[in-house]
Structure formats: C-alpha cells, structure tokens
C-alpha cells in the first residue's frame, strides 16, 4: 500500500485543507514553498541533523523495557525514550526545525502556542539558542495549572502573554496566536506545536518529527534484527508524537498502531478529550477534522488530567488514518492514566508525562492478545517532571 | 438562480454613486435576538443600505475583543442557527433590505450545507462572508449556495496579490469585500487605516473590475469612512456599532443612540 499524502492541496481524504482568512493564504503558500525547499536541501537537512543530535540528544534510545515485559510476560516491550530528548519531550524536534525554516525565510519575530507549556518550552529554548525575540501565548488558567514551565519560559527569555478569552486554555491560545499571526504577517513565523492547523502544518510537523520512527526502524535492526515491530503505541492530544512514529511505518501492513486519546472522565461523559471516539468532523484552527463541538458548531471544552492532551481537535492525518482503520485509537481515562504512570515508574524507573501514561495504560488491555515472539514498541514521548504537582494530588500510593 | 432579483445585485444596480453605500455587521442575537430584529428595521429608516448579520462562534479567530465579546454573549444567551434564520423571516415581514449571513464555517457545516442554504433562501437571505472559506476551499459551499441564489462574498487583503484579486473578482458575487489592514476586525486607533490603504485601494481598483467593492476593517466614524471609501463602492462598518450598542444598552433609549451613531456614520454630523 503506497502513502503519499498528503495531496498538493492539502488533503488526507476529506481531512485537512486549509479555512483560513484571505491575509494568511499568501503567508502559507509561501511557507509551504520555503518548507519543500529546505526539506529537499541538503544543507538545510544537514543543519538540522546536526542541531538534533548535538543540542536534542539524538538519536534517542530504544529501552527494552524487561521488567515491565516480564509484568505482562507476553510481547517484549521497548520505549522508544523522547523523554530522554533536551527539554524533555519530541516536541523539540519541530521547534529546532521550525526555527531554521523561520531564519531561512528571513522571518525575525516567533510566536507559538502552548497548552501544557512543553511546545512553549521547546520553542522558548530554540529561540534562546538562535537569539531570536519569542512570544508564547498561554491560557491564563493552563498559567497557573503549569507554573513550572512559564518560569521555565521566562527564564529563557519568552514574553509569555496570558489569553484570557474563552476558556483559557490552549484553543484560546492558539486562537490568540493566529490573531497576532494575522497581525504581523510581514515579519512574524508561527510555530505550530502539533500536527494540527492549516495546511502545510500537518506535513511540516510530521516531517520535523519522523525521525522518530525513522530511528525506531533502525534500532529494532540492531536490537532485533527486523525493521518492524509488531505493534506500536504512542498516545494522541493534536498527535505530533504519534505520527512521527507511526510515519514510517504507515506502509508496513504487518505493524498494528494504535494511537490513545484522552477520555478524561470517561468518553460517554462530558468531561472528555476523546476526539475521534465521540467527535464529529468540523473545522477549527484552519484544517477540516475530528472535533468536540455541540449540535451548533460551537467547540466544546475539552477535558483530560493531561494538559497535553485538553484539546477538542485532532490532526487531520489522524482523522484520516481513523476513519480509513489504518491506526486504532483508543480513549484511556485520567484513572487509568494514573495507574500508567505508576507502572511505568515502578518497573522501569522512568517516570512518564501524563501524556504518554495514556500510551502505557492501553497495555493492559493489549498486552494480553500478544505472543511472545512478537515485539511492541511504545513512544515514551516525554518525562514526567512537569506532571510531579497533579501526580501527587491524583495519586493513590 | 436567477440574479437581478438578488437584492444585493439590486442595491448596486441601483446605486448612482452620490453616496457611498454604508453595510452594517452586527452579531445575530446581541445584546438579544428581538433587539437584532429591530436593530435591523431601525437601520433602514436611518440610512443602512445593506446589513451583515453574524453568525456567533465559539473560536472567531479573525475577530478582534469587540465582536468575541458580542459573539459570546449571544452564543452564553442560547442564539442557534434557526434563531438566526428566524431574526431574518421577521425582518423579512417588513423590510426588503439585503442581508448577508456572516460567519466562521464550521456551525454551517455542522447545520449542514444543503439544509443552511435551502433555509437560508426560504426565509430571504441575499449572500454569505465566510472569512475562512477562501477561494481555494469554496467547492463545499458553492454548489449549494448557487442552487439558492446566495450570493458567495469573497475577501481581498492588503497582502493579497494582483493577480489573486482578479482570481477572487471572478468567483465573488454581490461585491468584493476589501479589508483595509491586516488584523483581526476591530476599530483603529487615529489614522491608521488612512495612511497605509491607498496603495491597497489603487491596486484593488486596477484588480477588482468585475464587482462592486465594499472596504471594512478599522472604520469608526463618517470621517475615516469617507476617506478611505473615496474610490470604492461603499464602506463596512462592524466593531464601531457594537462598541455603541454595548456603551449604550441597556439604558433607556439605547436604540435611539445607536441609529443616532449610524445617522452620523452615513451623513456625518448634521
């Protein structure tokens, strides 16, 4: 099965595309053509590299996780370790690319979004290492639940600005970040933490972020000798860690991925971030895809422990990959989110962000079904440091 | 679809070029939904040519702290589509003048696109602005929007190319929308719009031969609208009102205030 999309305009199937007002078609039709000739120069891809594996610590390691194989004692379990990654999480591999791009096109003043503050961290500290004036718009209730990583921001030397619109919290944000984007066109570049947004977004993110994956491959030659698991996992907010994982294996038809989104309280309930199994399709941030919205359009407010993962869309590459079955996306609760980051901390002396304890959770459920000689890799997308506060109000020891 | 009965087609047809045409946004059930319904009749009687009636959502990210503010409350005070269509049926009963729905895509396509536009017509809508449709994305809405005779009223920036322009004169219907600065609505502080539109206006006239050309974003008073309009069809004036609305409402004879603001917006002072 050949995948080559998305397609020029922008589409994966009906998902994607780009709803944006007039002022920013010019700005994105200029971004899509800066972006496909930096991925295609070498010495841009040279650049890059080199800051990933100099300044993020890549490539990554991928962990055979024995002690938490053997508490299942099925499938042999390995993380591939994004926590390990300068800044804590993948996030910053799109930020490193997306700074460069930015420099490429000339482009002097940054804005980004963040919910949780990971993509806020990751771009702050790219911007710190390329001297380049930063603005991180914030949730003002995101601000105070993640107090850690705007002190983290401002010492980095990011203007975190405070969005008090609607629910203050990462979609006002990123509303907020499109309205200085339209703004300040002429000399502003917009960091898009996710696979989200309009089109070329989705596409530039997954790239900057393949590299996961793409490692992964190689690493289960050396520790395996095969190229391809026989399960992946990794968990899905906006799904940027995801897809950079699940990539490079999209053609391989013998590899099951299964993508774990936030139930929240629980799907059925109204407190709930579960995008693909409750949502219908819609158009938020500039691209067509899953959403949490009413009866009338309006979007909803998401809920999840995770901060990460409280957003009422979804990428639109996702979308797609749901409705054409070619991943599984699963709802995992803040309960059993908890109990994921017990087990991994407990077994293997890592202790996950909320985010990936999503991913960790679903073993219960799969590791079941798996054999022995069959291999699962999970995307240990980030470190749970930033997460101490909420673990230790949530946790039952 | 049949257009000279289009009522936008007939306001310019009509139009001899003595006065600019002044069109009116507000938001559909701000500060309530019979306050839109009498807004929109007072606005006739004082000098409004055409009315742009927002369709309130929950994330309008090309709006500026005005019309959030607007869209909020009437969403907070239970306004749905059908109420929407259902200010439009009670004007309708007594005034002819165009309305044109205006709004994020995402609650027409939840509405659904057929049903929106089928209803849309039924109860006398004349066209739809659609900021995040442009042209490249307009196949969803196009082929039920001609089957109705709505009129599909595409934007123009000051970022947009020459030849982007005549793109968008070909597909636009009604007029061209031409926004004056590069932002979110909302009005401007002094002479802002003033000093950087006529280069703008120059191109869009050399542009835009196809349809008459409507200038908005920024706009406050009479003044600012007369010179920044001078070249163009008319002008749009959006947060200004609702900035009047909320200073005035709810005290007594609030209406009269606002239709006094509007007298001036068109006539200037008198």
Known sequence: MKYDLPTKEGYYGEFGGKFVPEILIPVLEELEEAFNDAWNDESFQREYRHLLNEYVGRPTKLTYANRLTDHYGKAKIYLKREDLCHTGAHKINNAIGQILLARRMGKDRIIAETGAGQHGVATATACAKFGVDCIVYMGAEDMERQRLNVERMRLLGTEVRPVTSGSQTLKDATNEAIRDWVTNVEDTFYIIGSVVGPHPYPKMVRNFHRVIGDETRKQLVEAEGRETPDYLLACVGGGSNAIGIF?????????????????????ETDKTAATLSIGQP???????????????????????????????????????????????????????????????????????????????????????KTSKDEIVVLNCSGRGDKDMGTISKNIEH | MIETENRIA?????????????????TAGYPDPQATVDLILGFEENGVDLVELGMPFSDPLADGPTIQYSSNVAIEQGITMKKILQIVEQVREKSQIPIILMGYINPVLRYGVEAFCEDACNVGVDGLIIPDIPIEESGILKKEADKHGLAIIYLVAPNTSDERMSKIDEQSEGFVYCVSVTGVTGAREGDEVAKSVQRFIDRVKKNVTRNPKM??????????????????????????LIDTIRKHYPEEGWKDEVFAFVRRLKYGKQ
């Open chain 1, 247 to 267: 990539y490079p294996f999209i053609e391989d038809e013998s590899v099951q991925m299964y993508g774990l989104e936030a139930a929240g309280l629980g799907a």
């Open chain 1, 282 to 368: 819609g158009v938020l941030h500039g691209s067509m895809s899953y959403l949490l919205h009413n009866s009338e359009g309006q979007i909803q407010l998401a809920h999840s422990i995770s901060a990460g993962l409280d957003y009422p869309g979804i990428g639109p590459e996702h979308s797609y990959l749901h409705k054409t079955k070619r991943v599984n996306y699963k709802a995992i609760t803040d309960d059993q989110a908890m109990e994921g980051v017990k087990l991994l901390s407990e077994t293997e002396g890592i202790i996950p962000a909320l985010e990936t304890a999503h991913a960790i959770a679903y073993l219960d459920e799969l590791m079941p």
């Open chain 2, 10 to 26: 007939q306001l310019f047809e009509r139009h001899d070029g003595s006065e600019k045409i002044m069109s009116l946004f507000l």
């Open chain 2, 215 to 240: 200038v908005g974003f920024g706009i406050k008073s009479h003044e600012d609208a007369q010179r920044i309009a001078a070249d163009m069809d008319g002008f749009i004036v959006g947060s200004a």
